[in-house]
Nanobody, 125 residues
Framework: QVQRMESGGGSVQAGGSLRLSCADSGYTYNDYYCMGWFRQAPGKEREGVAY???????SYADSVKGRFTIPKDNAENILYLQMNSLKPEDTAMYYC??????????????????WGQGTQVTVSS
């Protein structure tokens, strides 16, 4: 059974940086085709913001392109989300999952994935 835990969130001012971590137990990242980061702001759909596929190619939502990167450490089984130049609109709960998806998640995709408890990111102006 997959146990997934996100960490690294916090409160920062606009322009600041945070690095989120996603640690998995029960599987190694080599078992997955891809891993992604998702976020959900209050009253909004959960959306994919970045993923990295099995050959290490990343993809990003336009809203975070040039500011976020998604390094993965297969040896340590940790997925990261490096977030720079943070904006107030980045405020959300952030989750990781074994999904390649950018943009709003369908209900079916959301039900089919294993989610951790998330980590809160709050960016003040």
């Amino acid at each position: 059974q997959v146990q997934r835990m996100e960490s690294g969130g916090g409160s920062v001012q606009a322009g600041g940086s945070l690095r989120l971590s996603c640690a998995d137990s029960g599987y190694t990242y080599n078992d997955y085709y891809c891993m992604g980061w998702f976020r959900q702001a209050p009253g909004k759909e959960r959306e994919g913001v970045a993923y990295i596929n099995g050959v290490g190619t990343p993809s990003y939502a336009d809203s975070v392109k040039g500011r976020f990167t998604i390094p993965k450490d297969n040896a340590e089984n940790i997925l990261y989300l490096q977030m720079n130049s943070l904006k107030p609109e980045d405020t959300a709960m952030y989750y990781c999952a074994a999904l390649c998806w950018i943009g709003p998640l369908t209900a079916a995709l959301q039900r089919g994935a294993a989610w951790g408890q998330g980590t809160q990111v709050t960016v003040s102006s």
